[in-house]
C-alpha cells in the first residue's frame, strides 16, 4: 500500500499557504482603510462630517472584488474606527454597541451595492457597454451613502453621542462625504485591490471589464502627463484664487474648467488613465482645501469633486454605447454571410436612387443574380461549400462594381445591384465585368464551376417604382437562366448569361 504522508503534507503546507495569502489580503485591506480613515479625518470640516470619505470607496472595491469574504476585515476596521472616531471615553458595551452598529450599517449599505453592480457586471449586455453598470453604481451609489449616512447618524443618536437636534443635520454631509470618496476612488482601488489579489493568487469575483488598461496603456503615457499637469494646475489655481479672494466664492465655480480638461483625457487616454486623472483631481483638491483652508466652502468642492468623476464615467460608458449601436447597425445594414447589403437596407437605398433619377430625369437600373446550382452545391459538398460559393459570388461582383452601385441579398441565392445613372449599355457593360469577374474563379477539384444568371431592367418609363423594376429584371434574369439550360448542358464550359 502505498505511502499517502507526501500527498497529505502536501496538501496541508497548500492549505496553509492559501490561508497565508488570505491573511495577507485581508490584512493590506485592513491598513488601507485605516489610512483611508486617517486622510478623512484629517479633511473634517464639521463634526463627523468630512470633505471626502475614501473607506466608503474601500469598503465598496473589497466587496466587489472579495464578496462578503471581505467581511471580516471590514467588520476590524470599523470597529477600530469607532475607537479612534471619539476623544472621549467609551464603556466597553458602548464602544461595542457603536462599532456595531457602524459596522453593520456602512458594510451592508457598500456591500450590496457591490453586489448589485457585480450582478449587473454579468448581464452578457453589459459585457458589451459600461452604460449600466455606471449608472447602477452612481445611482446606487447614492442610496448606499444615504443609507449609511441615516444609519450611522441614529447609531449616533442611540448611544448618547449627539443630540436629537443634531441628527438631521449630519445626515447630508455625512452622506455627501461618504459619496464623494466612493465616485472618486471605487473604480480604481476595485482594479488594484484585484490586481493585488490576483498576485496573491487568491480567487475574487471581478472578471475582466472595459475599463482595464489596453495593450498600449504604456506607451501612452506620455500623453497623459501634460494633460494632467494641466488638470491638477487648473485644480491648484483656482483653489489658490479662491483663497486669495474669500469675499469672492463664485471663483470656485470656475473649476468647471477642470471638468473639461477631464473630459479631453478621458476622449484621448485608456480608461485606466482617466480613473487616475479622477483620483489625482480628488487628492489635489482635498489635501489644498486642507491647506488653504477652504472647509467652509466644503459643499461646493464636493460638487465640483463629485461633477468630474460622474461626467467621466459616463464620458467612459458613451461612446462604448455608440460604438454598439454602430455595431448593430452593421449587423441590420449587412447580411452577415456574404457582406452584401441586407435586403431592407438594399430596397432602401434604391428607392431613394430611383426617385432621385425620376427628379433628375437620369438612368437607373437594377440587375438581379441568381447563383446557378446552389441546392446541387450544397447537396454534393455540403453547406459549408454552399456558403462559400455565395461569399465568393458577391466579393467578385462587388469588387467589378463603382463606387456609387451596390449590391444586395434579397434571398437565399439571389442577389440584386442597382445602378445609379447607369443607361442599358453601360449596365450590360457592368455584368459583363461581373460575369468575367466569376469566370477568374477557379473551382477545386470535383468542385461546380462557379456560375450565375443575370437580368438587366433599366428604367423607360415616368413614375416606375423600384417594384416593377425588380419585376422586369427578375423576369429577365429566368429568361436567361431557362436559356441558359437548354444552350448548355451540365459540365460545359461557362457562358455568359444575361437578359
Known amino acids: 500500500m502505498p505511502d499517502s504522508t507526501p500527498s497529505v503534507a502536501a496538501a496541508v503546507m497548500s492549505d496553509r499557504s492559501r490561508l497565508a495569502r ?50 471580516p476585515a471590514l467588520l476590524v476596521a470599523c470597529f477600530i474606527a469607532t475607537e479612534l472616531a471619539y476623544e472621549f471615553p467609551l464603556s466597553p458595551a458602548q464602544l461595542l454597541a457603536s462599532g456595531l452598529n457602524f459596522a453593520i450599517v456602512h458594510c451592508t449599505a457598500f456591500g450590496l451595492l457591490a453586489a448589485v453592480v457585480r450582478w449587473v457586471l454579468a448581464r452578457p449586455d453589459s459585457a458589451a457597454s459600461l452604460l449600466r453598470p455606471v449608472a447602477v453604481f452612481l445611482l446606487g451609489g447614492t442610496v ?49 485591490l484585484r490586481q493585488i489579489a490576483g498576485q496573491l493568487g487568491v480567487a475574487h469575483s471581478l472578471g475582466r471589464l472595459r475599463l482595464d488598461p489596453p495593450g498600449d496603456a504604456t506607451r501612452r503615457l506620455p500623453a497623459l502627463w501634460p494633460k494632467l499637469g494641466i488638470l491638477l494646475g487648473v485644480t491648484a489655481g483656482v483653489l489658490a484664487a479662491g483663497a486669495w479672494l474669500p469675499e469672492q466664492p463664485p471663483i470656485l465655480f470656475t473649476l468647471f474648467l477642470a471638468i473639461v480638461v477631464q473630459m479631453w483625457i478621458v476622449h484621448s487616454q485608456p480608461a485606466l488613465h482617466s480613473l487616475c486623472s479622477i483620483a489625482a483631481f480628488s487628492l489635489t483638491l482635498v489635501v489644498l482645501t486642507a491647506l488653504l483652508e477652504l472647509g467652509p466652502h466644503a459643499l461646493t468642492l464636493q460638487f465640483a469633486m463629485i461633477a468630474l468623476a460622474a461626467n467621466s464615467y459616463f464620458g467612459l460608458a458613451v461612446p462604448e454605447l455608440y460604438a454598439d449601436n454602430a455595431r448593430l447597425r452593421r449587423l441590420t445594414m449587412t447580411d452577415p454571410l456574404t457582406g452584401a447589403w441586407s435586403r431592407a437596407f438594399f430596397i432602401e437605398q434604391a428607392r431613394i436612387g430611383i426617385q432621385r433619377a425620376e427628379k433628375s430625369g437620369g438612368p437607373a437600373a437594377l440587375v438581379m443574380i441568381d447563383l446557378d446550382k446552389l441546392k446541387t452545391i450544397n447537396d454534393v459538398h455540403g453547406h459549408a461549400a454552399g456558403d462559400q460559393a455565395l461569399r465568393l459570388l458577391v466579393d467578385h461582383c462587388r469588387g467589378s462594381l463603382a463606387a456609387r452601385q451596390i449590391i444586395g441579398r434579397l434571398s437565399g441565392d439571389e442577389f440584386c445591384v442597382f445602378l445609379p445613372g447607369a443607361d442599358a449599355p453601360e449596365a450590360k457593360r457592368c455584368v459583363i465585368r461581373m460575369q468575367q469577374s466569376l469566370e477568374q474563379i477557379v473551382p477545386e477539384r470535383g468542385a461546380h464551376p462557379l456560375r450565375a444568371s443575370f437580368g438587366i431592367a433599366v428604367m423607360n418609363r415616368p413614375g416606375e417604382s423600384y417594384e416593377s423594376l425588380l419585376s422586369r429584371a427578375d423576369k429577365a434574369m429566368y429568361e436567361a437562366k431557362r436559356a441558359s439550360r437548354v444552350s448548355q448542358p451540365d459540365g460545359g464550359e461557362p457562358r455568359r448569361r444575361y437578359r
Open 22 to 71: 488570505q491573511l495577507t489580503l485581508h490584512g493590506l485591506l485592513l491598513v488601507l482603510w485605516l489610512a483611508a480613515l486617517l486622510s478623512a479625518r484629517l479633511l473634517e470640516y464639521a463634526p463627523h462630517a468630512s470633505l471626502w470619505f475614501p473607506p466608503a470607496a474601500l469598503t465598496f472595491a473589497g466587496f466587489l472584488v472579495l464578496g462578503w469574504r471581505a467581511l
Open 144 to 192: 448606499a451613502a444615504l443609507l449609511s449616512a441615516v444609519g450611522g447618524a441614529v447609531g449616533l443618536r442611540m448611544g448618547g453621542m449627539i443630540e436629537a437636534g443634531e441628527v438631521g443635520a449630519l445626515i447630508v454631509p455625512w452622506m455627501i462625504g461618504d459619496y464623494a470618496g466612493l465616485v472618486s476612488l471605487g473604480p480604481l482601488l476595485a482594479l488594484l
